[in-house]
């Protein structure tokens, strides 16, 4: 039984912040951000938008009404989460009319719960073949104005319906796992951003992608030889890049991973981080812009999550792929932004993300969004 992704669907915020005029009003040298990062661009996320209504946004482009009678789990992997009890699965699955036979709950593992989902998911349609699971990842990543991080900010959803006889790719149910306590990243209840060791938190996520491609490589007599492209988890474009160099060398199958990883990375680098679905961008951006991948390709896939968690797995394209029609998906939504200049970018920080409780409303005249937050009244989001 084939089991795997059958439609994906992205959204981000229509604002963005151009790089080089960050770099100009930080003082840094703007190829530091475009090439020792790997940045261009990053979404910057407005009050009108949290996670649920950027993965109801995601969402709402791929999925049928015949599908959301047939989805029988919605899975909602976030480090974002709009209440500690309340998972923002049951708003989403609200506001797409999904079926209320559907079990729907939200899962945390920072940058990992998007791939706990689809695990899950893979793992539930094999003993319940006739299901459809809505997979979403969505986050804003928040460091703070003229810190480090600042840089690797951004935010968006990511939306996977899972299904048995999938379209885009079929997973192989291979997979090598890591997990350690370890400090690197991490967001207290008190904060607003993220608290981060940048340089640890980069050693690390090497070290979890060597331990975890080696022992995938061992458990599947596997190597290198057997993967057409290798995707990562994105925080910066990079940060991909330097895991991905620690295991190619001057042959020419390396030369193809490299450049499969360039076709990889292009719309993360206007988009930034959106932590949980920054794996599955850089999917979709892999699966748009390459002009090499055939059917039966085979592609490895390494998540990482701070805290910290790791698992290289891997899956192959299906005969169905449709590269333009998911490039056109992406390139409607990234071509349809409003640039801000940096003073009107921290002006919206400032406002994002509001944790304060009682009544508050937000201006939504600008956000051209099919579902938008207008506020919250007595400490419920309407
Ligand atoms: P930094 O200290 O400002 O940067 O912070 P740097 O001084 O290390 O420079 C960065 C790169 O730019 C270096 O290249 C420089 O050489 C180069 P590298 O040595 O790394 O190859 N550079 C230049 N290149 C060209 N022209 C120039 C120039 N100047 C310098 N003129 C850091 C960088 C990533 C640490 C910071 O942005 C940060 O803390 N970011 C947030 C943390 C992060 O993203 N960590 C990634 C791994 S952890 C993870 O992925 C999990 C996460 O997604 C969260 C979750 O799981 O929930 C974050």
Redesign the pocket.
């Known amino acids: 039984m084939k089991i795997g992704i059958d439609k994906i669907g992205f959204f981000t915020s229509n604002y963005y912040l151009d790089m080089v005029d960050l770099a100009n009003a930080r003082g840094e040298?703007p190829?530091?951000y475009l090439?020792?990062?790997g940045q261009k661009q990053q979404a910057v996320i407005p009050p009108t938008q949290d996670v649920v209504t950027m993965a109801a946004n995601a969402a709402e482009k791929i999925l049928t009404d015949e599908d959301k009678q047939s989805i029988d789990m919605v899975v909602f992997g976030t480090?974002t989460g709009v209440d500690n009890s309340k998972s923002a699965a049951i708003y989403v699955q609200s506001l797409l009319g999904i079926s209320s036979s559907a079990r729907s709950f939200e899962i945390k593992q920072?940058?990992?719960g998007g791939t706990a989902g689809v695990q899950m998911a893979a793992d539930h349609i094999a003993m319940h073949p006739d299901s459809k699971v809505l997979v979403l990842a969505a986050d804003i990543a928040r460091?703070g104005i003229k810190t480090?991080?600042e840089?690797?900010q951004g935010g968006g959803a990511i939306a996977m319906l899972l299904s048995v006889d999938p379209r885009i790719l079929v997973l192989d149910n291979q997979s090598a796992f890591h997990s350690e306590n370890i400090m690197?990243?991490w967001r207290p209840f008190y904060k607003r951003e993220a608290i981060?060791d940048?340089?640890y938190?980069?050693d690390?996520?090497i070290d979890f992608f060597n331990k975890t491609f080696k022992d995938y490589c061992d458990k599947f007599g596997r190597s290198l030889t057997d993967f057409s492209a290798l995707v990562y988890?994105l925080?910066?474009t990079?940060?991909g890049l330097?895991a991905l160099r620690t295991v190619v060398d001057d042959s020419p199958h390396s030369q193809k991973l490299l450049k499969a990883f360039d076709q990889s990375k292009q719309y993360n680098a206007h988009v930034g981080?959106l932590?949980t679905g920054?794996l599955y961008l850089s999917l979709l951006s892999l699966l748009s812009n390459s002009t090499d991948l055939h059917a039966n390709d085979r592609i490895g896939l390494f998540s990482?999550?701070?805290g910290a968690q790791g698992e290289f797995y891997s899956a192959t394209i299906a005969e169905t792929m449709d590269s333009r029609r998911l490039a056109s998906q992406v390139d409607s939504v990234l071509s349809d932004r409003i640039k801000l200049s940096v003073p009107e970018y921290e002006k919206m920080y400032a406002d994002g993300l509001p944790i304060n409780g009682g009544n508050v409303t937000f201006d939504a005249a600008n956000d051209h969004s099919r579902f938008v937050l207008l506020g919250r009244k007595a400490d419920q989001l309407v």
């Open positions: 040298d190829n530091k090439i020792g990062i480090e920072a940058c990992y460091y480090p991080g840089v690797t690197d990243f981060v940048g340089h938190s980069t690390i996520y988890h925080p910066f990079k940060m330097k981080n932590y920054s990482y999550g701070s």
